[in-house]
């Protein structure tokens, strides 16, 4: 079967660190895999998405950046933290175009000081 | 940005009683689904309807889609203390390869008992 893990699940971290978010998929291949960040009692907005290996879509401009190094692995980072980029971070897997579900994992709670 | 807008934010109700949440949209879609999440967890699928669909049942879980008026509701009939979760709309809108889900602003659910 298919699994999702996100890691780590919380993190605090300064403002003007780095941050590497690594979320990986097991049980299947070639999955499309996002990143999504929940605000505070909010909705989920999509960060990036990846359709394959090395493909990054990016939906809203801002200061973090996501690869695709390996089929099943995708990674969320920054090079310099703001005070913004707490959140609520949550990464997501489909079997594809015109997908039936989305399977999310269980989130990175980011808390930038 | 938000595609799906819910309503109400939140609700309160007891035990045993019916609760439902509706979910708007702006553009065409593909399929809408439903999602829930507890507090501080990722999001679990609860039902798909597409977009030829009017009516879908699942257990407890009644939806229905007026693509007509751009609307959808989830109806959770004998509701139990275990409801208790933040409720989320996505709308399917995607073409060719790029398939992503755009989420709504949620609805809270708490049953009491």
């Known amino acids: 079967s298919q699994t999702i893990h996100q890691w780590p699940a919380t993190l605090v971290q300064p403002v003007g660190s780095p941050l590497s978010l690594e979320c990986t998929v097991e049980?299947?291949?070639?999955?499309?895999l996002y990143w999504y960040r929940q605000a505070a009692g909010r909705g989920l907005q999509l960060l990036f998405y990846s359709v394959g290996i090395g493909q990054i879509s990016s939906e809203v401009p801002q200061n973090l950046s996501a690869s695709r190094p390996q089929d099943r692995q995708f990674i969320l980072s920054s090079k310099k933290l703001l005070l913004s980029d707490s959140g609520f971070y949550l990464c997501a897997w489909s079997g594809g175009p015109m997908w039936t579900e989305a399977f999310f994992g269980q989130g990175t709670r980011l808390t930038v000081v | 940005s938000q595609q799906g807008e819910e309503d109400p934010q939140a609700l309160s109700i007891q035990e045993g009683e019916n609760a439902t949440m509706n979910c708007s949209y702006k553009t065409s879609i593909n399929n809408l689904q439903w999602y829930r999440q507890n507090s501080g967890r990722g999001l679990v699928h609860l039902i798909l309807i597409r977009s030829n669909e009017r009516e879908k049942h699942s257990g407890r879980l009644r939806v229905t889609l007026d693509t007509s008026k751009k609307s959808s509701s989830l109806l959770i009939t004998a509701s139990r203390a275990a409801d208790t979760a933040s409720y989320f709309c996505?709308?399917?809108?995607?073409?060719?390869?790029?398939?992503?889900?755009?989420f709504g602003t949620g609805t809270r659910l708490q049953v009491t008992l």
């Open positions: 049980g299947t291949s070639n999955p499309n």
């Open positions: 996505a709308t399917d809108s995607s073409t060719g390869t790029a398939s992503k889900l755009t």
